[in-house]
């Protein structure tokens, strides 16, 4: 079985900075990949940005310039760090990690970006 916890959302002022965390536990082998999506309220999910086991990064159009994912240095932790933060970027964000056996999700942490 595999476990999946974000943290660090909160709240945050438009222009301002914000790092969510992943960390993933359990039974994991091999070839993975950790992506960061986000959900607003009324839309539906979409992928903000993903870091393969083998360090290959992928960003999303839309947050391209302002976001990036990195790895930690724990095992199975990645980042994703958030500059420039505009009120639509607020949202619920997910990690989730996808492994041959299966993709598991987390719970989720809020980022509201509100003056």
């Known amino acids: 079985q595999v476990q999946v916890v974000e943290s660090g959302g909160g709240l945050v002022q438009p222009g301002g900075s914000l790092r969510v965390s992943c960390t993933a536990s359990?039974?994991?082998?091999?070839?993975?990949?950790m992506a960061w999506y986000r959900q607003a309220q009324g839309k539906e999910r979409e992928l903000v940005a993903h870091i393969t086991s083998a360090d290959i990064t992928n960003i999303a159009a839309s947050v391209k310039g302002r976001f990036t994912i990195s790895r930690g240095n724990a095992v199975n932790t990645v980042y994703l760090q958030m500059n420039s933060l505009k009120p639509e970027d607020t949202a619920v964000y997910y990690c989730?990690?996808?492994?041959?056996?299966?993709?598991?999700w987390g719970k989720g942490t809020l980022v509201t970006v509100s003056s």
């Open positions: 989730n990690i996808r492994i041959s056996g299966g993709m598991y």
């Open positions: 359990g039974s994991i082998f091999g070839f993975y990949v």
